[in-house]
């Protein structure tokens, strides 16, 4: 699955929210979304990079519930709005919290967290390439989030 953070518009994110309950209409506005974006900068993608950044800001897992806020709220941490996979959305309020906590995180913390990764149901490589790749979509999430909180927008993370 490949995962997708994009910085929504109030308009969005309304019709998001109010959609919440309806799968069908959720993927629809997705669809649109992804289809008339064109804000490289309020937009990042993960490629795969997002199940390891997820692990190494939380708890080791993939569980959205997993690890303490506001990190855990980076990936899959949030409201989710789809039963099928993931749309999870972070509130504007949120994402300045995330943005904050992830301008703490350097290197060497990213690789002390990537390197107790301890879980069997993890499919990276967990050698030094796969850290490098997780580490250069970390470093585009950081700077994500601060771009994402200067514009005050919620965000919707996608890995579908």
């Given at each position: 699955?490949?995962?997708?953070?994009?910085?929504?518009?109030?308009?969005?994110?309304?019709?998001?929210?109010?959609?919440?309950?309806?799968?069908?209409?959720?993927?629809?506005?997705?669809?649109?979304?992804?289809?008339?974006?064109?804000?490289?900068?309020?937009?990042?993608?993960?490629?795969?990079a997002?199940?390891?950044?997820h692990?190494?800001?939380?708890?080791?897992?993939?569980?959205?519930?997993?690890?303490?806020?506001p990190?855990?709220?980076?990936?899959?941490?949030g409201?989710?709005?789809?039963?099928?996979?993931?749309v999870?959305?972070?509130?504007?309020?949120?994402?300045?919290d995330?943005?904050?906590?992830?301008?703490?995180?350097?290197?060497?913390?990213?690789?002390?967290?990537?390197?107790?990764?301890?879980?069997?149901?993890?499919?990276?490589?967990?050698?030094?390439?796969?850290?490098?790749?997780?580490?250069?979509?970390?470093?585009?999430?950081?700077?994500?989030?601060?771009?994402?909180?200067?514009?005050?927008?919620?965000?919707?993370?996608?890995?579908?």
């Amino acid at each position: 699955m490949l995962g997708v953070h994009f910085a929504i518009t109030s308009e969005q994110e309304r019709s998001l929210l109010a959609a919440d309950d309806d799968g069908d209409t959720v993927a629809e506005l997705l669809e649109e979304i992804e289809e008339s974006w064109d804000d490289d900068a309020l937009k990042v993608d993960t490629d795969k990079a997002w199940d390891a950044i997820h692990r190494c800001v939380t708890d080791g897992t993939l569980d959205p519930d997993g690890g303490v806020y506001p990190l855990s709220h980076a990936v899959l941490g949030g409201r989710h709005l789809h039963d099928d996979y993931y749309v999870v959305y972070v509130s504007a309020a949120e994402v300045r919290d995330v943005a904050d906590a992830l301008r703490g995180a350097d290197r060497t913390w990213l690789r002390r967290r990537f390197e107790a990764i301890d879980d069997p149901g993890y499919d990276g490589a967990h050698d030094n390439g796969d850290f490098e790749y997780t580490w250069d979509n970390f470093v585009d999430v950081q700077a994500f989030y601060e771009r994402a909180a200067a514009a005050e927008r919620a965000v919707i993370f996608t890995a579908t």
